[in-house]
């Protein structure tokens, strides 16, 4: 797992410590080359002196000075170097280690440094340098003086600013790696102030409303949350409501046929004419309450969330002539003229039995909430997307501050006339969910006491 804490120390920590490492590493290396550059200036100084001395006394000539040999003794000693002194034939006149003197030099420098200049030649690696000084007579160079030093001694008084500095880098490491801790587990605070508000929830605890708005991105948690959070309260509200709806719609028939059973149980000597009407209240109450069951099964298995849905190629025009071939009689009834009229043929992926169950309760409803002698106009049409179906009808119409909540499970505008002709309140929750299902849309319009239109739009092929 990767901890977004941990990811916080680190680059807190890298971002504060690198730099300090560099600037450290950097200043004293750049001590130690301007100590170099300084000994380096001051042994070319002692050369130009010696120089001078070496040609004042002629010394490559004669060779025999007492002066200029206790000048070169303490000039090796002091800068514990070595000094050789070579004439204009390349030999060694002097050498103050005297391991070479009458031996023949040929470098590069000393051949550059007969020419009139001087050289300088720094070796890091093996920490010493090499300084050659042309002696000049009259212009003339006779002779080169050659000084290699060793840097070990500059390079030991740099050790002592190395562990000034490596302590500061060590101190600074130290409250760096706190302020790091610090600060890392102050940064990650409000994200565990999110989970614990979260398992809250989980653990099944009322709770308020998150509100963590330290920063933007726990602020958009937060608001994601609690949106989540209202969505749980209404669906667990509905999921209250339904349960209770469902218990009472079931017990209505129910204490129907236990008043009809006692008030025949509680008189004696019934005729049998009564028994015969009390039983066929009961018949009819069975009937009802094996209809909302059905009813209840429908939207269940219609659930939005549910995979059971067998889509096929169907022939909408067909699938509409038998849901009316099926309600016209009931329509005759009341002497309703039910009228389909078709724009086009249209073939769409459906599951048949769902989209024949949502189209038909629309078809019974506008014959049910209808007048006598009115009409049900079914219509079909189709662009190369969609296939549109719609109901209209003559009838009682829908009160406006009905219509929104038609769809809702239950809901009934008239509870005593939607009993009284046979309704369970489920129908248009069943359409609606079918039609979803299909990813489809539905829409009414009514006008209260002159009639109602569902319109239906779904897609000529299934989209999963
Ligand atoms: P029901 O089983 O009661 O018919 P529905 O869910 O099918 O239940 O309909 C809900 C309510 O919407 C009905 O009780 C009725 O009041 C109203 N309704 C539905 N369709 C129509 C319509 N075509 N005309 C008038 N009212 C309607």
């Not at 070579?86 to 550059?112: A, G, M, P, Q, W």
């Not at 406006?400 to 309140?425: A, C, L, M, W």
């Not at 969910?433 to 897609?459: C, D, L, Q, W």
């Amino acid at each position: 797992m990767k901890s977004l804490r941990a990811r916080i120390l680190l680059l807190l920590v890298v971002v504060g410590i690198v730099p300090c490492i560099v600037l450290g590493s950097t200043i004293l290396h750049s001590h130690q080359e301007k100590s170099i550059e300084r000994y380096i200036s001051q042994i070319q100084n002692q050369c130009t002196i010696l120089s001078n001395q070496l040609e004042s006394y002629s010394y490559l000539s004669s060779n025999d000075s007492k002066v200029v040999d206790a000048e070169l003794t303490q000039l090796s000693n002091v800068y514990n170097g070595r000094i050789l002194v070579i004439n204009d034939e390349f030999r060694i006149v002097k050498d103050t280690y005297e391991l070479d003197e009458s031996k023949t030099v040929v470098s590069e420098d000393v051949i550059r440094c007969y020419r009139g200049k001087g050289t300088v030649i720094y070796d890091e690696k093996n920490r010493f340098f090499e300084v050659t000084t042309p002696v000049k007579s009259n212009k003339q160079v006779i002779g080169v003086v050659l000084m290699s030093v060793s840097t070990d001694n500059i390079m030991e008084s740099g050790g002592d600013l190395k562990n000034i500095c490596d302590l500061i880098i060590g101190t600074m490491a130290i409250i760096i790696l706190i302020i790091a801790v610090l600060l890392s587990t102050l940064m990650v605070r409000p994200f565990g102030r999110i989970t614990k508000a979260i398992e809250a929830v989980n653990e099944g605890y009322e709770s308020e409303d998150l509100c963590e708005n330290t920063y933007t991105e726990t602020a958009l948690i937060s608001d994601a949350f609690n949106k989540m959070l209202g969505r749980m309260r209404v669906v667990d509200k509905s999921r209250e409501e339904f349960v209770s709806n469902v218990s009472h719609e079931l017990k209505t028939p129910l204490t129907s046929m236990k008043v009809l059973a006692d008030s025949l149980l509680a008189q004696e000597d019934v005729p049998v004419e009564l028994y015969k009407e009390f039983m066929g209240d009961i018949t009819e109450e069975i009937e009802r309450e094996n209809k909302i069951i059905n009813d209840l099964l429908s939207l269940v298995k219609m659930d939005k969330t549910s995979a059971n849905i067998n889509i096929q190629s169907e022939n909408i025009n067909e699938l509409l002539e038998r849901i009316l071939k099926r309600l016209r009689p009931i329509a005759k009834q009341h002497n309703i003229e039910v009228v389909f009229e078709s724009f086009r043929p249209v073939m769409a992926e459906v599951d048949e039995v769902k989209m024949s169950l949502a189209l038909s309760n629309l078809v019974e409803n506008a014959i049910k909430y209808n007048k006598e002698n009115g009409w049900v106009h079914v219509s079909l049409n189709a662009d190369h997307k969609y296939f549109y179906v719609k109901v209209a009808d003559s009838g009682i119409g829908i009160p406006k501050q009905d219509t929104e909540n038609i769809f809702e499970r239950f809901y009934r505008v008239d509870k005593s006339h939607s009993r009284e002709i046979g309704g369970t309140g489920l129908g248009l929750s069943i359409t609606r969910n079918a039609i979803i299902m299909h990813r489809g849309a539905i829409k009414v319009y009514s006008e209260e006491g002159e009639g109602t239109t569902f319109t239906v739009r779904v897609p000529l092929t299934y989209v999963v």
